[in-house]
């Protein structure tokens, strides 16, 4: 077991998880700094480390994970400055942005020393550090980054800086609006009078069908199979708020089956 040493600024959602993974591989936590002392004070329990204000929480530590919201990483950055030791890394969690979200800091700490990790899963409540292990990241910096990341458990890959934000349009529609999607599926349950839990079976074999096969293989129902009959019926079935974004998902079917099909096509004009 390792006995490196890790702060965190930032024990909300993705924070708790990184730092309660990598307690839980032996790394001592050194110090948690947060703006709501309790919050900070009941992670800082879990893994028998102190409070620390954001000045001194990086004393001592090999490695700081800043796990701030993207848009105050840069500021929190510079406030652990002060206290941080020659030759620590300083690590962010952002997908949206790469190292360039330290902004200022690079101008005073070195960039080798500078990185980022996105664990690119959901992580919430007490079981995010476990949804971490053979989850990906991608990772920017020095090859530590990545060293960090396999410790946990995650696959790490790299992004190029130019398609940074490419790749987090893809992560936020893999989460987020598959989100969305079942938030429609809910609504359309309710109005048809059947449980929304009917549909989670299919929901995850779906799933688990586009990882096996890949999209355009698991892709099947009435666009697939080119019943235009069908889906005019679930367009006049639909309640005007609805049919926008069934619409939408449609056409991305019918472009995902290559489906050249001009009374399909003609009738997903809408
Ligand atoms: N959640 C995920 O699924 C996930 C996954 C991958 C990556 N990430 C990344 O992880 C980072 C944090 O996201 P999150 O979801 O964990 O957010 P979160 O749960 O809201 O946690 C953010 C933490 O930052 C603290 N904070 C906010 N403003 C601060 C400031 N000015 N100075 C010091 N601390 C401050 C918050 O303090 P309080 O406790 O006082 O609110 C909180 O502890 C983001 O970069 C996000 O992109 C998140």
């Given at each position: 077991?390792?006995?490196?040493?890790?702060?965190?600024?930032?024990p909300?959602?993705?924070?708790?998880?990184?730092t309660?993974?990598?307690?839980?591989?032996?790394?001592?936590?050194v110090g948690v700094?947060?703006?709501?002392?309790?919050r900070?004070?009941?992670l800082?329990?879990r893994?028998?480390?102190p409070?620390r204000?954001?000045?001194?929480v990086?004393?001592d530590a090999?490695?700081?994970?800043v796990?701030t919201?993207?848009?105050v990483?840069?500021?929190a950055?510079?406030?652990?400055?002060?206290?941080?030791?020659?030759?620590?890394l300083v690590?962010h969690?952002?997908?949206?942005?790469g190292?360039e979200?330290?902004?200022?800091v690079?101008?005073?700490?070195?960039?080798?020393?500078?990185g980022?990790?996105?664990?690119l899963?959901?992580?919430?409540?007490?079981?995010?550090?476990a949804?971490?292990p053979?989850a990906?990241?991608?990772?920017?910096?020095?090859?530590?980054?990545?060293?960090?990341?396999?410790e946990i458990?995650?696959v790490?890959?790299?992004?190029?800086p130019?398609?940074?934000?490419?790749?987090?349009?893809a992560?936020a529609?893999a989460s987020?609006?598959?989100?969305?999607?079942a938030?429609?599926?809910e609504?359309?349950?309710?109005?048809?009078e059947v449980?929304f839990?009917a549909?989670?079976?299919?929901?995850?074999?779906?799933?688990?069908a586009v990882?096996g096969?890949?999209?355009?293989?698991a892709?099947t129902?009435?666009?697939?199979r080119?019943?235009?009959?069908?889906?005019?019926?679930?367009?006049?079935?639909l309640?005007?708020a609805?049919?926008?974004a069934?619409?939408?998902?449609?056409?991305?079917?019918q472009r995902l089956?290559?489906?050249?099909?001009?009374?399909?096509t003609?009738v997903?004009?809408g």
């Amino acid at each position: 077991m390792s006995q490196r040493t890790l702060a965190l600024v930032g024990p909300g959602r993705a924070g708790t998880a990184i730092t309660l993974a990598l307690a839980a591989r032996g790394w001592r936590v050194v110090g948690v700094a947060g703006r709501d002392e309790a919050r900070a004070a009941a992670l800082a329990a879990r893994v028998d480390a102190p409070v620390r204000s954001i000045g001194e929480v990086a004393r001592d530590a090999e490695v700081v994970v800043v796990a701030t919201p993207d848009s105050v990483i840069e500021a929190a950055t510079l406030a652990v400055i002060p206290a941080l030791g020659e030759g620590a890394l300083v690590v962010h969690l952002s997908g949206a942005r790469g190292i360039e979200a330290f902004g200022a800091v690079r101008e005073v700490v070195d960039e080798a020393r500078l990185g980022a990790l996105h664990p690119l899963q959901t992580l919430s409540g007490d079981d995010g550090a476990a949804r971490l292990p053979g989850a990906y990241a991608a990772v920017e910096g020095p090859p530590f980054v990545a060293e960090l990341a396999r410790e946990i458990g995650l696959v790490p890959f790299r992004v190029e800086p130019e398609r940074r934000a490419l790749y987090h349009a893809a992560a936020a529609i893999a989460s987020n609006h598959l989100v969305a999607l079942a938030g429609q599926v809910e609504r359309l349950a309710a109005a048809a009078e059947v449980p929304f839990a009917a549909f989670g079976p299919l929901m995850r074999t779906t799933l688990d069908a586009v990882a096996g096969l890949g999209p355009a293989a698991a892709l099947t129902g009435p666009v697939a199979r080119g019943d235009v009959a069908t889906v005019a019926a679930h367009l006049a079935a639909l309640a005007p708020a609805e049919r926008d974004a069934y619409l939408t998902l449609a056409r991305e079917a019918q472009r995902l089956a290559g489906r050249d099909d001009p009374a399909l096509t003609e009738v997903l004009r809408g």
